[in-house]
């Protein structure tokens, strides 16, 4: 299995430019997660989705965050506009459901810098 | 509410020497214990995890882990440390209910010293 996949690595934008960041889970797997990672605040669960439905959204920081999950294998964070601020590394995870003991697969992350 | 704590947010050691990261959890429920690692940039890898089996916890790379009630601990241990070993350790909790969230801590980087 090529584990969970990422896109962009990197993604450089201005202030107010719309960004989506695009993940691909394993195959087989139900749940899904958007991390946050930074310096100043670690690793922070954003929100996650069980059958590509969003089960708990309490970490979206703003309305400007929204992640959707149309179908098994694919999901996307978009954040509309973008503010320096939310330059981090975002993650996603990806995991299935195998007697409550599942961990987490991560992806190798998309870079975002707002400038 | 579960809770993770990391003693220390940088630890060297030297190449060779035995590792050992610190790991406190609070957790009302039988908690479901995991460290990850992550080298530079780079996603998390598991290393290993404690779901109320054995206690002693054996993962990849000679890592180890115990998990004690009375202590409330998970610390991950290598006897001997090595060069590659240099990464980011994290620890975190699930509370094993069925939500499959983690509570990450906040990290510990290790650094190892030729």
């Known amino acids: 299995d090529a584990g969970v996949i990422q896109s962009p690595r990197h993604e450089v934008t201005e202030m107010g430019q719309e960004v989506t960041l695009r993940c691909k889970p394993i195959?087989?797997?139900?749940?899904l997660f958007w991390y946050r990672q930074t310096m100043m605040r670690g690793l922070e669960l954003l929100i996650y989705?069980?059958?590509?439905?969003?089960?708990?959204d309490s970490g979206m920081p703003e309305d400007r965050f929204s992640a959707k999950m149309p179908n098994a294998s694919f999901s996307t964070l978009k954040i509309q506009p973008s503010e320096p601020r939310d330059s981090a590394v975002y993650f996603c995870?990806?995991?299935?459901?195998?007697?409550?003991?599942?961990?987490?697969?991560f992806g190798p992350g998309t870079r975002l810098t707002v400038t | 509410a579960q809770s993770v704590t990391q003693l220390g947010s940088h630890v060297s050691v030297s190449e060779g020497a035995l590792v050992l990261l610190r790991c406190n959890y609070s957790?009302?429920?039988?908690?479901?214990l995991f460290w990850y690692v992550q080298y530079p940039n780079q996603g998390l890898q598991l290393l290993l995890k404690?779901?109320?089996?054995?206690?002693l916890v054996k993962g990849i790379n000679g890592f180890e882990a115990e998990f004690k009630k009375s202590e409330t601990s998970f610390h991950l241990t290598k006897p001997s440390a090595h060069m590659s070993d240099a990464a980011e350790y994290f620890c975190?909790?699930?509370?094993?209910?069925?939500?499959?969230?983690?509570?990450f801590g906040t990290g510990t980087r290790l650094k190892v010293l030729a």
């Open positions: 995870a990806s995991s299935h459901r195998t007697s409550g003991r599942a961990e987490q697969y």
């Open positions: 989705f069980n059958n590509n439905v969003p089960i708990d």
């Open positions: 975190a909790v699930s509370d094993g209910s069925g939500t499959y969230k983690y509570i």
């Open positions: 404690y779901t109320s089996a054995a206690t």
């Open positions: 195959s087989g797997h139900d749940y």
């Open positions: 957790s009302s429920v039988p908690p479901y």
